[in-house]
Nanobody
Framework: QVQLVESEGGSVQAGGSLRLSCIYS?????????MGWFRQAPGKEREGVGR????????NYADFVKGRFTISLDVAKKTLYLQMNSLKPEDTGMYYC?????????????????WGQGTQVTVSS
């Protein structure tokens, strides 16, 4: 059973930084899985922010966060991180961590079987 628990989000002004974390359990039978971050703004669809592979450490990012957000994974602690810098008001939304054993189309929420509860990030102008 895979479970994911996210840290509390927060509120910052534009240009500020936040770090989210997600502690997960499970995946005792394989190291070939991916951990991702998604977000959802009110009235919009859930969108992929980025992901990292547990087995190879490779990352993928959405264009709208490249150069500003960094995803990392502490394998020993089974903790996923999302460092968010230069935040913009349009980054506001619920942020979710997710896990998948399916490697294709990383940005598609349907490819992730396991989800955290979500945490709110608010960026004010």
């Amino acid at each position: 059973q895979v479970q994911l628990v996210e840290s509390e989000g927060g509120s910052v002004q534009a240009g500020g930084s936040l770090r989210l974390s997600c502690i997960y359990s499970g995946f005792t039978y394989t190291t070939r899985y991916w951990m991702g971050w998604f977000r959802q703004a009110p009235g919009k669809e859930r969108e992929g922010v980025g992901r990292i592979g547990r087995h190879d450490g490779r990352t993928n990012y959405a264009d709208f966060v490249k150069g500003r957000f960094t995803i990392s994974l502490d394998v020993a602690k089974k903790t996923l991180y999302l460092q968010m810098n230069s935040l913009k008001p349009e980054d506001t939304g619920m942020y979710y961590c997710a896990a998948s054993t399916y490697g294709d189309s990383w940005y598609n929420p349907a490819n992730y079987a396991y989800w955290g509860q979500g945490t709110q990030v608010t960026v004010s102008s």
